[in-house]
């Protein structure tokens, strides 16, 4: 996989402040602060005057395309990562109470680590269950990795034996980067991986399907039964960043192919329970169950989507032109047409300043939609950025300066990026993210915002 493609899809200390986005980032001036923001107030009995932040090792604790961090019903916060060398990582959970101090009933001192014995393995996601339980999923190795931890942070001998597993049914060199997990206790993982080696290779997107107590679920998908279903678009690669279930029980898978010359594009897959490509789901390009959408004729892709309940279906990356990247975000309806109501033809594009990636989105109850990732300052470095936009698409006044926000969590030259968003039960926003400390020495870094 070429640094290019994995780039594209893998989509506390410092002074608290709201910058002004529109003179910091978009105008001439820097780093103009307002102690307050008409939403998007940082929280600052959280953590350390606002911020939890953590190393772990003194090596990168959150990956590129990470999005390690779910709620608990009692407030609690589970966030994952990775632990260790830069010769021997290994999967990192950790538990904070609701004012981000670590729960230390949680494993050692809040934090449990999951070793699968080789010298890379990655947690990329992490979710609770209904019994209170994490699954946590990523790489170990060139392999996928998934484990099960119970409440107190110690494996769950009932799954897979062990209370981990690694899954092996691809060429090569897989990638798990979403989870999701079904009404019966299933669970699917979404990523990819190599489906061929040799020359040429052929990435493309891959649902791994188990059972609740990690064995395969040998009858998934329907039509090649065996516990892996391999997402194909235009025989070229993809990739998947992330996986949704649907009001009607249906599992989307979203990410990016390479279309044609014009490089990658916002690509989506509807499977069925069985794991067949929906036919109902199509933009009439003749594939059955999928849809491609290109912004700008340029690389394009889907870091997360997010269903507001309707069946209908938000996706937000990045997309760009000659002067730099961009927030772009995609409404689609139940068909996986375009939402004609929705921006313009069903695309938004959000001006963030040169330099943006999105990384994660969520649909709030009333409607909007909050897209999170990373903008480049005019000083060079990247800081936390969001945006938010109010149903129709059009950026929401009441947060931020003119619906967008900006933080900088550490010194300046320093890049933090948002990784994946939660809305809390009182309704506030939980960011996980992460911030360099040091070349090759990213944190972890967890806030909360007024919505």
């Known amino acids: 996989m070429s640094t290019r493609a994995a780039l594209l899809l893998l989509f506390a200390t410092g002074a608290i402040a709201c910058s002004r986005v529109g003179l910091s980032y978009l105008d001439a001036e820097m780093d103009a602060c307002w102690p307050h923001c ?72 809040g934090l449990a680590v999951i070793d699968f014995g080789t010298p890379t393995d990655v947690a990329e ?92 679920d040998s009858a998934f998908p329907s039509t090649a039964p065996g516990g892996l279903a391999a997402i194909d678009f235009f025989a070229s690669d993809e990739f998947a960043s992330c996986d949704v279930i649907d009001a009607s029980g249906r599992l989307i898978v979203a990410g990016a192919t390479w279309h044609d010359v014009t490089g990658f594009d916002f690509a989506l897959a509807r499977l069925l329970p069985d794991g067949t490509y929906d036919p109902t789901f199509t933009d009439g390009a003749g594939l059955p169950g999928r849809v491609v959408t290109d912004f700008s004729g340029t690389d394009d892709g889907t870091a997360q989507c997010a269903t507001p309940g309707d069946n209908s279906l938000v996706c937000a990356g990045s997309t760009g032109d000659a002067t730099g990247s961009r927030f772009g975000v995609v409404r689609y309806l139940a068909t996986g047409a375009l939402d004609p109501a929705f921006g313009t033809n069903g695309k938004v594009t959000i001006d963030m300043g040169d330099g ?24 060079g470095d990247r800081d936390l950025a969001l945006a938010v936009c109010d149903a129709d698409g059009t950026l929401a006044s009441g947060f931020g300066e003119g619906g967008r926000w900006f933080f900088d969590v550490g010194a300046a030259q320093r890049d933090d990026a948002i990784h994946a968003l939660r809305v809390d039960a009182r309704g506030r926003l939980v960011i996980y993210g992460d911030t360099s400390s040091a070349p090759g020495n990213n944190d972890i870094v967890v806030m909360r915002v007024s919505l």
């Open 38 to 109: 008409p939403g998007g107030d940082i929280d600052a009995g959280f953590g350390t005057a606002g911020v939890f932040r953590l190393d772990v090792g003194g090596f990168d604790n959150v990956d590129w395309g990470a999005q390690g961090i779910d709620l608990q019903p009692d407030g609690r916060i589970v966030v994952a990562g990775v632990a260790g060398t830069s010769t021997n990582r290994d999967m990192l959970v950790m538990r904070l109470h609701e004012d981000g101090t670590l729960d230390s009933g949680f494993g050692a001192n």
């Open 125 to 216: 996601s992490v979710r609770v269950q209904s019994d209170g339980s994490l699954v946590v999923a990523g790489q170990s190795g060139v392999r996928t990795g998934v484990a099960r931890l119970l409440t107190n942070g110690l494996l769950d001998p009932s799954f897979a034996a062990t209370g981990y597993r690694s899954l092996a049914l691809t060429a090569d060199s897989e990638l798990v980067n979403g989870q999701v997990t079904l009404a019966n206790g299933d669970l699917r993982l979404c990523g990819q991986g190599l489906v061929t080696s040799g020359s040429p290779t052929l990435v493309d997107m891959l649902v791994y399907g188990l059972h609740g107590d990690g064995t395969l």
């Open 356 to 379: 943006a990636e999105v990384r994660a989105v969520v649909v709030l109850g009333d409607g909007r939609l909050v897209v999170g990732g990373f903008a480049t300052s005019t000083r």
